[in-house]
């Protein structure tokens, strides 16, 4: 990734972002995104799929209060990159992996449905700072037709930004840091 886009994700510094490359695979996520959901560098490398935890991990199972529409988002995204690239060994194996290792998606992917979802809202239960509901945009980065970077925000004036803003306070009365720079 570029340099200039981990700067991006630091700036929007009382918002989660993340990057997403290929098969969802988490490039980067700035600290408000690992605070809100995972912290993805915590994770072994190949392990760094948003795809891949929303399934496999029960703390994403946990965290989102509509898991199962968001369980489907992802296999449909999945679905749109194999239609993009069937051939792509990667996608391929993360898919075999998924369909071996969870009932929910090797249903859900038997369905064959295809959808690129480019905004929408996600409810959580959060464990510290409780019910919210955030709202999200992927933007697409020229020059790199593979990368998105994914910013969630909240209404203003909401129980969920009230929410959002205790988050951030407690990510600033944290360790400092930058972005997460994962390697893919």
Do not use: C
Request: proline share 5%; no cysteine; glycine share 6%.
């Amino acid at each position: 990734m570029r340099p200039g886009l981990y700067q991006l994700i630091d700036a929007l510094d009382g918002e989660p972002a993340l990057v997403l490359g290929r098969r969802t695979d988490v490039l980067a996520a700035n600290r408000m995104a690992k605070a809100l959901f995972a912290d993805f560098d915590g994770m072994p490398r190949e392990e760094r799929n948003y795809a891949r935890w929303i399934f496999l991990d029960e703390g994403a199972r946990s965290l989102f209060a509509d898991w199962s529409d968001q369980a489907r988002a992802a296999v449909e995204s999945l679905r749109f990159e194999v239609g993009r690239d069937p051939h792509d060994k990667a996608t391929t194996a993360l898919v075999a992996e998924l369909r071996e290792r969870s009932r929910d998606f090797d249903q859900w992917w038997e369905q064959h449905r295809v959808h690129q979802r480019t905004h929408g809202s996600k409810r959580l239960r959060h464990p510290l700072v409780g019910d919210l509901t955030v709202d999200y945009e992927s933007l697409a980065l020229p020059g790199d037709p593979d990368t998105m970077l994914y910013v969630y925000t909240t209404a203003p004036d909401s129980s969920s930004r009230q929410a959002m803003d205790i988050l951030a306070s407690w990510v600033a009365a944290g360790p400092g840091g930058q972005p997460s720079r994962s390697e893919s």
